[in-house]
C-alpha cells in the first residue's frame, strides 16, 4: 500500500541531546512537510522540501534541520538549541505544491523530554 | 487564505447521515476548500477537496454553495469509526510551500 511512514512512533530525547524523526513515503511524491502539533493546537509548519536536495524553512524552524537527499525520504532532526522540544511531529507529502493538490499526513511521532 | 469557523462539536446517530458545516465568506476565487479529520493519536486524514462543484467520493460528499461562501461535508452513513475532529480548510492553489492551517475543527461524536 502507498502512504507515509513515520518512525519511531514514540522518541524520548535526553537534555542536550539530537534526536533524527524519520520520514518515508513511497507515493512518489515531490512535496514533503514537517509539522509540529502542540496538545489543543494546530499544525505549525517547521521545514518544507519541493524537490530532492532542496528544501525550505516554515514557521517555526529554529531548533531543527532537515535533509532531502533522496525523493521518499526527509527526516527532521531536533537538535538541543530546541529547548521546548515536547509535542507530536507530522510528516507529510503531496504531488507537488500547487494546483491545489492535498497534502497526505503520516501517523505522527511523539516526542517527549526525559 | 480565507479564514473558516466551524461548530466546535455535533453528535450523529450511528448509521444516520452527518452534516458538517463549514463558513469561509471571504473565500477568493482560486481557493480550494478541503477536509480533513484527526483521530486522537494520528496523522490528519484527508477526505475531500473541491474548487466550485460537488464533489464525492469513497468517504463522503462535499456541498460547496453557489456563492462558496460555506460548505457541508455529508458522511453518509456514520460509525463509531467516524467519531474524530473535523477540519475545514481553505488553501489558495498559489499557495506554494504554505502550509495547511488547522483551525480547532469540529469534535463529531457518533453514538450507538
Known amino acids: 500500500d502507498g502512504g507515509i511512514t513515520q518512525s519511531p512512533k514514540y522518541l524520548f530525547r535526553k537534555e542536550g541531546q539530537n534526536v533524527t524523526l524519520s520520514c518515508e513515503q513511497n507515493l512518489n511524491h515531490d512535496a514533503m512537510y514537517w509539522y509540529r502539533q502542540d496538545p489543543g493546537q494546530g499544525l505549525r509548519l517547521i521545514y518544507y522540501?519541493?524537490?530532492?536536495?532542496?528544501?525550505q524553512k516554515g514557521d517555526i524552524a529554529e531548533g531543527y534541520s532537515v535533509s532531502r537527499e533522496k525523493k521518499e525520504s526527509f527526516p527532521l532532526t531536533v537538535t538541543s538549541a530546541q529547548k521546548n522540544p515536547t509535542a507530536f511531529y507530522l510528516c507529510?507529502?503531496?504531488?507537488?505544491?500547487?494546483?491545489?493538490?492535498?497534502?497526505?499526513f503520516g501517523d505522527g511521532t511523539r516526542l517527549s523530554i526525559l | 487564505d480565507a479564514k473558516t469557523t466551524q461548530p466546535p462539536s455535533m453528535d450523529c446517530a450511528e448509521g444516520r447521515a452527518a452534516n458538517l458545516p463549514c463558513n469561509h465568506s471571504?473565500?477568493?476565487?482560486?481557493?480550494?476548500v478541503y477536509w480533513y479529520r484527526q483521530i486522537h493519536s494520528q496523522g490528519p486524514q484527508y477526505i475531500i477537496h473541491g474548487l466550485k462543484n460537488n464533489e464525492t467520493n469513497e468517504m463522503a460528499s462535499l456541498i460547496i454553495t453557489e456563492d462558496r461562501k460555506s460548505s457541508t461535508l455529508i458522511l453518509p452513513h456514520a460509525t463509531l469509526r467516524d467519531t474524530a475532529v473535523y477540519y475545514c480548510?481553505?488553501?489558495?492553489?498559489?499557495?506554494?510551500?504554505?502550509?495547511?492551517?488547522f483551525g480547532p475543527g469540529t469534535r463529531l461524536s457518533v453514538l450507538p
Open positions: 471571504t473565500i477568493s476565487g482560486n481557493e480550494y
Open positions: 522540501s519541493q524537490i530532492v536536495n532542496d528544501f
Open positions: 480548510i481553505v488553501r489558495g492553489s498559489y499557495n506554494y510551500g504554505q502550509n495547511f492551517v
Open positions: 507529510a507529502s503531496s504531488i507537488d505544491q500547487g494546483g491545489g493538490q492535498p497534502q497526505h
